[in-house]
T-cell receptor, first 111, second 116 residues
């Protein structure tokens, strides 16, 4: 099993550009989520999904969109990147029995 | 809302020293508690967890006890190694199996540096 796979690992964007961070899991987990990690702030929840076709906002959703068309994929879209979105982004999936599995992260810099 | 407070880092220890990283929480209901570890350039890995009061989670020589009376979940290890150098996150999650979407609330992380 690959677990949770995130692409790309690194990305530099100019202010106003758009991009999609990819997340895929092969564990058939219903629950998936996106977090951002910033120095001194831990990880904060952006959006989450409890299954295909169902998404909801987390703690810091502004500037991000998500969709969940399949169980495996949960992409995160930045429609118009801003310097405040410079961060490390983690995707995670979960089962009640085994808990959370995190991807290795995407380091995004917006200039 | 739920919150997690953990001690500021960095924590610098010599190899074989005793480690304590403090973590306290605020939550309604009966949360599950976790410690995650992040090695440089990697994602988060679950280190240990406890799902009810007085449970002790343990893994790789690390231990933490769920203390409801003091709302704490302090991480301890009797003898640290250089390979333990990493960032440690305390986190809580609302109760499993409620049918509602569960989410993790993280502390800010504590960086541990172990030297020879």
């Amino acid at each position: 099993n690959a677990g949770v796979t995130q692409t790309p690992k690194f990305q530099v964007l100019k202010t106003g550009q758009s991009m999609t961070l990819q997340c895929a899991q092969d564990m058939n987990h219903e629950y998936m989520s996106w977090y951002r990690q910033d120095p001194g702030m831990g990880l904060r929840l952006i959006h989450y999904s409890v299954g295909a076709g169902i998404t909801d906002q987390g703690e810091v959703p502004n500037g991000y969109n998500v969709s969940r068309s399949t169980t495996e994929d949960f992409p995160l879209r930045l429609l118009s990147a801003a310097p405040s979105q410079t961060s490390v982004y983690f995707c995670a999936s979960r089962t009640p029995l085994y808990g959370y599995t995190f991807g290795s992260g995407t380091r995004l810099t917006v200039v | 809302g739920d919150s997690v407070t953990q001690m500021e880092g960095p924590v610098t220890l010599s190899e074989e020293a005793f480690l304590t990283i403090n973590c306290t929480y605020t939550a309604t209901g009966y949360p599950s508690l976790f410690w995650y570890v992040q090695y440089p350039g990697e994602g988060l890995q679950l280190l240990l967890k406890a799902t009810k009061a007085d449970d002790k989670g343990s893994n790789k020589g690390f231990e933490a006890t769920y203390r409801k009376e003091t709302t704490s979940f302090h991480l301890e290890k009797g003898s640290v190694q250089v390979s333990d150098s990493a960032v440690y996150f305390c986190a809580l999650s609302d109760e499993w199996g409620t049918g509602t979407a569960s989410k993790l609330t993280f502390g800010t992380g504590t960086r541990l540096q172990v030297t020879l």
